[in-house]
T-cell receptor, first 115, second 114 residues
Framework: DAGVIQSPRHEVTEMGQEVTLRCKPI?????LFWYRQTMMRGLELLIY????????DSGMPEDRFSAKMPNASFSTLKIQPSEPRDSAVYFC?????????????FGPGTRLTVL | QKEVEQDPGPLSVPEGAIVSLNCTYS??????FMWYRQYSRKGPELLMY????GNKEDGRFTAQVDKSSKYISLFIRDSQPSDSATYLC??????????????FGTGTRLLVSP
């Protein structure tokens, strides 16, 4: 398996622009997570899905952030409009219900810079 | 107060040294304790996990959990330059739905010099 795939790997945009981050989870995994990582706050959970349904979006910072999972193999995180404080590395991760370790498999991340 | 506290480092050691990485936490409901390793410009990957208290060993790595003190540790013996990375502790408590949401520490950056 190729692991969790994210695109783009790097995104530089100007304040006010719309940004869309994409994720393909590992096949067969029923949970998908979106995280944001910064030096100051570390790794923060933004939202997670179970079987394509959003379960907990309490970590989404503002209404400017939205996430969708139209099918089991694709999810998007959208920021509209983007602001400089949104600059961070955004990770997508997936896991499956079975197993006791609750291991989450992370993608390589998207490094977002908002000017 | 954060649920999970972790010293950001950096921690610099010479090759061959024993490394001790630690986290403290405040939520007594945490049941699973994990260590993730993150190389520069990569996503975190699971290194070790333990359930409840006790020790777990895997090669040069030992994870230790002390629930009475709300303190977990990761020891690395005979450290190698390839161990240079950021180490994040993570913990989870069972949710009502049965799913365990992970709470991460901010990570400790480790540098092992040859």
């Amino acid at each position: 398996d190729a692991g969790v795939i994210q695109s783009p790997r790097h995104e530089v945009t100007e304040m006010g622009q719309e940004v869309t981050l994409r994720c393909k989870p590992i096949s067969g995994h029923d949970y998908l997570f979106w995280y944001r990582q910064t030096m100051m706050r570390g790794l923060e959970l933004l939202i997670y899905f179970n079987n394509n349904v959003p379960i907990d979006d309490s970590g989404m910072p503002e209404d400017r952030f939205s996430a969708k999972m139209p099918n089991a193999s694709f999810s998007t995180l959208k920021i509209q409009p983007s602001e400089p404080r949104d600059s961070a590395v955004y990770f997508c991760a997936s896991s499956r219900t079975s197993g006791s370790s609750n291991e989450q498999f992370f993608g390589p991340g998207t490094r977002l810079t908002v000017l | 107060q954060k649920e999970v506290e972790q010293d950001p480092g950096p921690l610099s050691v010479p090759e061959g040294a024993i490394v001790s990485l630690n986290c403290t936490y405040s939520n007594s409901a945490f049941q699973y304790f994990m260590w993730y390793r993150q190389y520069s410009r990569k996503g975190p990957e699971l290194l070790m996990y333990t359930y409840s208290s006790g020790n777990k060993e895997d090669g040069r790595f030992t994870a230790q959990v002390d629930k009475s003190s709300k303190y977990i540790s990761l020891f690395i013996r005979d450290s190698q330059p390839s161990d240079s990375a950021t180490y994040l502790c993570a913990m989870s408590a069972r949710m009502n739905t049965g799913f365990q949401k992970l709470v991460f520490g901010t990570g400790t950056r480790l540098l092992v010099s040859p």
